[in-house]
Structure formats: C-alpha cells, structure tokens
C-alpha cells in the first residue's frame, strides 16, 4: 500500500514530504472496510433504485453508503445532515426516504435541480393531475410541429444528436413549455427533471473521463423513451412516499460559503446539523462542467459552452485552466506541487515533446487544496461538538507521485478543531494503464477512503 511504495520505490525525492505523508499514514488510524465498502462508492448501484436511478450520475456513489453512514452517526430527530456537494441527490434523498431532514448545496444548476426535484413530497391530487396530464403531454407531442425557434436556441449542442433525436428532444421541451402557466411550478418541473433526466442516453455522447466521448444513442424513439421515464418517476413517488413533514433544501450554492446556507437555511428546517457527509470533486484534473454541458444548455442555465464558465469558476479548483492563483499553501501542498513539477522534464524528454497540460497540474493541486481548506474550516463554522463529519475522496497520481488527498484533508482538519477518528479505506482506487506502465506500483498504491473526523 502507501507507506510500502514509499519505502521501495522512492514515490517522492522531497525527504520532507516522504517523511510528512509516512508519519500522516502511521499516525491515523486507517481501517481496512474495502470488502464491506468496495461497491458502495460506485453510482451503479443504484441504476434500477427507486429515485436514485432517475438520473446517471457518474460521479455518485451508491445510496446504501449513505445509509450505512446515517446508521454510524446516530442522526436524532432534531438533527438534519448537510452535504455540501449534493450531486445528484444521493445523501439528501436517501436522508429524507430514512424519516430525516437534510440541506444539499451543489455548484452545478442541474445536479441542484434534480435534487430538489427527487426531494419533494407528491400528494395524492398531486400524482393524479402529472398522470393526467402525462397522457395529454405525450399526444401533443405526436401532433405539434417544431418551432424553429427552439431549434435555433439550441443549436449548440445540436452536434451531440442525430437529427431526429434532437428535434423530438427539443419538442418535447417546447410542448413542456407551452404547457407551463397551466401547471402548478412543483408540477412543471417533475416533467422537465424527466427530460432533463433523458438527455444523455438519447445523445451520441457519454460521460467518460474528462468530458464526453462519441459513443451513438441506442435510443429509436424519444418520445417513448421519455414516457418510460416519466412512468419510473410516478412508480417511485406513488410507491416510496416522502413525508410532507420533513422540510429539506435543496440550493445551488458555493460549498466554499456554507455557512451562509447553513444559517440562511436552518431556521426553516428548525433543526441542529447533526453530520456533513460529502464526497467532493477529486484532484483528477477532471472538469466536471465538460461531462455535463448538455444538461446545462438545454435545462437553460447557460445560453452557451462560454456561459458555462460562471459556475466552472465557482467550483472546487480539481480541473486545469482555473486562471486565479493561490499564493498561500501549506508547506506540505507546496511540497506537494514541487515534486509534480520537478519531475515534469524527465517526461518530456522521454517523450520528446513540451506537455502543457500536466505543467498545470502543481497550481491545480495548490487550488484544490486551497480551496478544500475553506470547506473544512466552513464546516467547523458550522457542526456542532461531538459531530461527525464524513468525507468520500480519492486518491490520485501523477508522473508516479501519488496524492493522498485523504491524509492531506485529515491533516488540514486539524488546523480547524476536528479531531481524525479514523480513515476508512474503501477500494484500491484505479489510475491510468499508462501510468501503472510506467510506476507498476500504482496498480495496489491508491485508495478511496472515508475520512472521518469529529468536531472537538
């Protein structure tokens, strides 16, 4: 593991940051769960999971994580769980289907909305008007033209379709829209989360790595695809009520500012936060604004790719490209970005060409970190003594130097009044073929933990 890629395989040439991150590894104490935890910190199992499975959420993890951690913390009535990076909803849904209140805050428009959609309570009168109204939306469809209006506003994204999965795509939109001064807001936008919900698979792209890649639909008919997934979504609300006395939130918001949702918020829910539990964007150098830019354009949250860049700018610095520098670090995340940098023209001259790219990688670790640091002193600000806070990352690599983020996030919690109960290791994380190639220790070296910290 990382202490033996340490000791016999020299990862590091900084004899203080060796030293650093091998007393960080004996210091804490991290449990070995990967048999119990190793498929819970995968989004695939909850594909065919009553509200989770509504939207593919690449970067998600599975809802029976989050129900293990509710079951470790001991939330109380009074108490409602925070999760700062929300996503698609995992942590809140699955809070709000236990009988518990949650806040969730998440920087990408579309991932907020689809949490607040799956967190609402559907009365009765409420699941009979959408199934209504289901069966007269889908015969409009079958009769309306498509305005070229709609084409022209969406032309953008127009190129990631085949032409008749677009223009029913569009018109389906544009029936939701002609429709909406008839419907109550809440009712609008379960057919629009349907939509939303829908985009990917009937697109010639899908989510993979850094972006998407061209990868054709195997969608024939969108129109009945889409009534397939409105019918998911009523079988899930009909048959897995959400209390309509349990008050969550949902907002678009800034992990980095959490205490202003926290107190803008918690009055209404009238409760105490009893555990954070989030899993943030890891330092991989992935732009998770890329893997989603469809969603974003066609929710109408940004008129174009360029729009996109007010959020992307908002997010954790784990992408290269952010042109903001952070000028003050720990020691050991400069460290950190110093032995990356060095051992960028050993590649180079293997390769024989300037890599541009990874010589953004040393500001985007001193970013992420700086901005990780935020959230973690955000979260003291906020969490009660004697309350847990549980924090899903993984480890990365790069030119063979590994990033263990876990033990970087556990050290800088302490700065910040939390105590580190443990690290539970949850699967040897994966990197790229080319680089266990090149550092074959890397293929047992990284992991995806849980840090669990305790505020003091």
């Known amino acids: 593991m990382l202490n033996d890629a340490i000791e016999n395989y020299g990862v590091y040439s900084n004899q203080q940051l060796k030293d650093f991150i091998y007393n960080l590894e004996n210091k804490y104490n991290v449990t070995d769960e990967v048999e119990f935890f190793n498929q819970l910190v995968n989004f695939s199992k909850n594909k065919d999971v009553p509200y989770h499975g509504w939207f593919k959420y690449r970067e998600g993890f599975s809802y029976t994580l989050i129900k293990e951690l509710l079951k470790r913390c001991g939330l109380k009535e009074n108490e409602y769980v925070l999760d700062p990076f929300c996503g698609c909803g995992t942590t809140v849904v699955e809070a709000k289907l236990n009988g518990l209140s949650a806040i969730g805050i998440d920087i990408n428009p579309v991932s907020a909305f689809i949490s607040e959609v799956k967190c609402q309570s559907y009365n009765d009168e409420e699941i009979s008007l959408i199934k209504t109204f289901e069966s007269k939306i889908i015969e409009q469809i079958k009769i309306t033209k498509i305005d070229e209006e709609y084409i022209e506003k969406y032309k953008e994204v127009k190129k990631f379709f085949n032409e008749d999965n677009f223009e029913k795509l569009i018109l389906i939109r544009q029936v939701l829209d002609s429709n909406k001064k008839k419907l109550k807001p809440k009712i609008y936008e379960f057919f629009l989360c349907a939509y939303v919900c829908i985009i990917e698979e009937v697109s010639d792209r899908k989510r993979d790595g850094n972006g998407l890649k061209t990868s054709k639909s195997k969608i024939n008919n969108v129109t009945d695809y889409y009534l397939e997934k409105l019918n998911e979504m009523v079988s899930d609300i009909e048959s897995n009520r959400i209390s309509k006395n349990l008050v969550s939130i949902v907002e678009r918001g800034d992990a980095m500012k959490l205490s202003e949702t926290v107190n803008k918020y918690t009055p209404k829910i009238d409760k105490t936060i009893g555990a954070i539990m989030y899993s943030p964007p890891y330092a991989n150098s992935f732009d998770y604004f890329e893997s989603y830019k469809m969603e974003v354009i066609l929710a109408d949250y940004a008129t174009n790719m360029k729009r996109i860049k007010k959020y992307r700018q908002q997010a954790i610095e784990s992408f290269i490209g952010r042109p903001d520098i952070r000028v003050d670090n720990r ?33 985007m670790i001193k970013g992420y970190f700086a901005d990780m640091e935020k959230v973690i002193s955000e979260s003291s600000d906020v969490l009660p003594s004697g309350k847990k806070c549980y924090i899903v990352v993984d480890q990365s690599a790069y030119l063979g130097k590994i990033v263990p983020t876990d033990l970087f996030l556990a050290a800088i919690a302490e700065y910040y009044g939390f105590k580190v109960n443990e690290i539970i290791m949850c699967r040897i994380a994966k990197t790229s073929g080319q680089q266990i190639q090149l550092y074959p220790y890397l293929r047992d070296s990284l992991r995806e933990s849980i840090v669990v910290l305790e505020k003091i």
Do not use: C, N, Q
Not at 338 to 363: C, Q, W
């Open 331 to 363: 020691k050991f995340i400069d460290w950190m970005a110093l032995e990356i940098e060095k051992a960028i023209p050993e590649k180079e001259a293997r390769t024989g060409r300037k890599d541009s790219r990874t010589r953004k990688v040393p500001k």
